[in-house]
């Protein structure tokens, strides 16, 4: 029996590539190219015109990331996609693809720091202002729309509280108010969630975190419930700004794309199991994680999300200096921003990734000081539950230590 459309774990291995089309190549092909030959000046005329399918310039489209588009396509359930240098980049693309002067942006109560420190450049130069909203219920996301609100902005889970926002209500207010709906989807990944089957009109993702998988490069991608308003960014938004994948990087992100899915399995059964260790911890006084029963979204994070993800956050019980040097303690564990790769990393997100926001907003969001961030790897669960079990003891020693001095 043959379907269409294949299952999740098949499309992120096959989707938007046919190999007899390129030489029966297994593996799509890097097309390291800055520009495309014209048979002859007719070609390139009816090319430009848009009267004839066809490369051009690689900044306006490239085969190699072309694949990676089509296969985010399809595991995201859109129409079509667009890949960029960086996840800013496709966060810039959107926004100032729906926003003028003016306009008015409704956000989730966290984004990311970096599209905050946008947002509030777009405020500054362009008037174009924001407000974080409560987003729980229908009354609350209608009082906070304006008669200038021109999109919705959300990041669930929100970084670092894992707090969880519900897709489908808020599509659905939105869709009712003809606002588009913008969903940075980096920290599920499309494995775990898919916004565009929720209602929303664009999916975003920093391809640097589980889309790579690896570490080893920074990308983002961008896909949308209408083609038409793809083609219209890529004519605009990305074409004249400008940042666009290179050919490499979306080789590598197609290579790590593959694995996407048994990899999210580890992280997430990884994650399961040292959420439940730190839960139980004197060092810790609350952990975030929406797979806890008692974390305030778990019960719109189990409607949404096939898992919980690879991210914990956690309140060190001690001072901002203790948790620091928790985080020193460290052995396996490494000390760096980002997530969703093989290595459990450890970041303190007030002094590190949520640093620009000011203090009291980072209180607001419920950033404390002894706030940590775990994203767990893919290395045997009990490794990382025993680095940490011995950076803890270290804590331990030097908490006795001071008592008896
Ligand atoms: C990392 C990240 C971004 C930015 O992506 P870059 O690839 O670093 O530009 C945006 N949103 C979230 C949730 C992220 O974690």
């Given at each position: 029996m043959s379907r269409e459309k294949k299952r999740f774990e098949t499309e992120v291995i096959h989707?938007?590539?046919?190999?007899k089309k390129y030489e029966g190549s297994l593996t799509p092909p890097l097309f390291q190219t800055s520009t495309y030959t014209f048979a002859h000046a007719a070609e390139g005329e009816r090319r430009f015109a848009g009267d004839e399918e066809g490369y051009i310039y690689s900044r306006l489209g490239n085969p190699t990331v072309k694949v990676l588009e089509d296969r985010m396509t399809a595991i995201e359930g859109g129409e079509a996609a667009l890949a960029f240098g960086s996840g800013m980049a496709a966060v810039s693309a959107i926004l100032f693809h729906l926003l003028k002067s003016g306009d008015h942006v409704i956000c989730s109560k966290g984004v990311y720091g970096c599209t905050f420190g946008l947002l509030e450049m777009m405020e500054e130069k362009f008037n174009i202002t924001h407000e974080f909203a409560d987003l729980s219920t229908e009354e609350s996301i209608l009082q906070s729309?304006?008669?200038?609100?021109?999109c919705l902005y959300v990041e669930t889970?929100?970084?670092?509280?894992m707090e969880i926002i519900d897709l489908e209500l808020v599509c659905r207010v939105a869709n009712e108010k003809g606002i588009p709906v913008v969903v940075d989807n980096t920290f599920s990944s499309p494995y775990l969630q898919n916004p565009l089957k929720l209602g929303a009109d664009f999916v975003l993702h920093s391809a640097t975190k589980y889309i790579g998988g690896h570490g080893d490069v920074i990308g983002g991608l961008l896909v949308a419930k209408s083609a038409e308003a793809i083609a219209e960014i890529r004519m605009t938004t990305q074409k004249d700004i400008g940042g666009i994948m290179s050919p490499f990087d979306a080789w590598l992100l197609l290579r790590g794309l593959k694995t996407l899915a048994v990899r999210l399995d580890r992280h997430c059964d990884n994650a399961e199991k040292i959420a439940a260790y730190l839960k139980a911890h004197?060092?810790?006084?609350n952990i975030y994680f929406?797979?806890?029963?008692?974390?305030?979204s778990h019960g719109i994070a189990a409607k949404q999300m096939s898992r919980w993800g690879g991210l914990i956050s956690f309140d060190f019980n001690g001072t901002k200096e203790m948790a620091q040097s928790f985080m020193d303690e460290l052995q396996l564990i490494k000390i760096a921003v980002?997530?969703?790769?093989a290595e459990t990393l450890i970041q303190h997100p007030a002094s590190m990734?949520?640093?620009?926001?000011?203090e009291k907003v980072r209180a607001a969001m419920?950033?404390?000081?002894?706030l940590l961030r775990l994203s767990v790897g893919l290395e045997s669960w009990e490794d990382i539950k025993d680095d940490l079990d011995q950076a803890f003891a270290k804590m331990e020693e030097s908490a006795a230590m001071k008592q008896e001095s």
């Open positions: 989707s938007g590539y046919d190999s729309i304006l008669p200038d609100t021109a889970p929100i970084n670092p509280t004197p060092f810790v006084r929406p797979g806890d029963k008692d974390h305030q980002s997530l969703g790769d990734t949520h640093s620009v926001v000011p419920g950033i404390s000081d002894t």
